[in-house]
């Protein structure tokens, strides 16, 4: 895996990240890649680029981009998926808005985890669409809970799997109970599954379209393959009559909204070509993950455990420390930026943690969390 050149990062990796930092501080906070990507994609894109001319692409998506998602979740995620079914979009935050847009309206319930990443919560708000909070357990969704927070006006169970900022896996099992009871309830399940490359589990991801035919599902390639900047992405509705309902409301079958040609391209062929790449990121996340649990576990005051999916690691600080406050110092004490589990990033129930993300060099990692241990350590017992 080669580190991306460090002028390159500061220069261009926003988001609170390197762009956006003092020189010497490390930034552990958005979700992105500090590693190249597989090489296949400069070459595809490369290749298209000789002829100098960017024609329109199908609407909703180029045909061998859709076969491709499709194919993926077919052979890697134990899904059943139609490449009709399949729309390119961009960026999977836009997919989690399209179909928020389609499925709901203003005055609708929906049901989303207790703590999660914030998209999920935020492309509801903006529809005046009422969110009710589910706790992410580590053994799963607790049904009883769900009972309690479903209404006549709740419309969908949303869930987040592999889970941010938590990293569990729900399994086939989880996802059948859990399919089981939104077929009683009459309510679609929506599955972000953005974060389904990145699993460190013997089990192989499971999809939701496994165990359920009318589920919505919201993909893309920022996570497995590090193509946050090109903001691509896909959904994946229950049918090709969905789906192409879907492309008419949103503006894609009249040109209104669509992904770029050169970014499905990209995307294309880190699937297509770069798997073997993913494979090996994923192997070097998890060793980055595995050293940050161990030493923070060491830490008097630190806990986490390790996540089964994700590149990022939910810690937990004493419950009578201020997380904002901590953060902040360890900003400005210890030139390390981290997520705050603040209610605007993640819901109420991330308060007492802090989020870090780990795609990045073995090197970065020893620094980043030996700054926060060796900050947490003298500093600890006066907070
Ligand atoms: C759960 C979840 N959904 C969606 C997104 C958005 O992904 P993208 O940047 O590809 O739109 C993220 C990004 O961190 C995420 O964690």
Known sequence: MKATDKNFLSENAFNMRWANVE????????ADWDIEVSSAVRETVNAYLQFNSFPYGNNSGMDAFKKTIANHFNQRKNAVVNPEEVLATNSAAKAIDD?????????????????????????????????????????????????????????????CNPHNPL?????????????????????????DEVWSDIVHTEESFTSIRAVNSNAWIVYGLSKGFGLAGLRIGAIIAPNEKQAALLADSQGYARTIEGASTLSQIAATAAIEKGWGHTQEAVSLFKKNLEQAVSAFNKTDFLTCEMPQGTFVLTVRHPSTWNTEILCERMVNEAKIHVVPGLEKWFGPGAIGSFRISLATTPDITSEGVSRICSWVNTYGSTL
């Open 23 to 30: 020189e010497g501080h490390i930034p552990l906070t958005a």
């Open 99 to 159: 179909v928020y847009s389609f499925l709901l309206k203003e005055g609708d319930e929906i049901l989303i985890a207790d703590p999660v990443d914030f998209l999920l919560a935020e492309c509801a708000r903006r529809k005046n669409v009422i969110i009710k909070r589910y706790q992410q357990r580590s053994n799963g969704i607790d049904l009883a809970e769900l009972d309690r927070l479903v209404t006549s006006n709740t419309k969908a169970l949303v869930i």
């Open 167 to 191: 990293g569990y896996v729900l399994s086939k099992k989880q996802l059948e109970t859990l399919s089981n009871w939104a077929n009683e309830k009459g309510l679609v399940i929506i599955s």
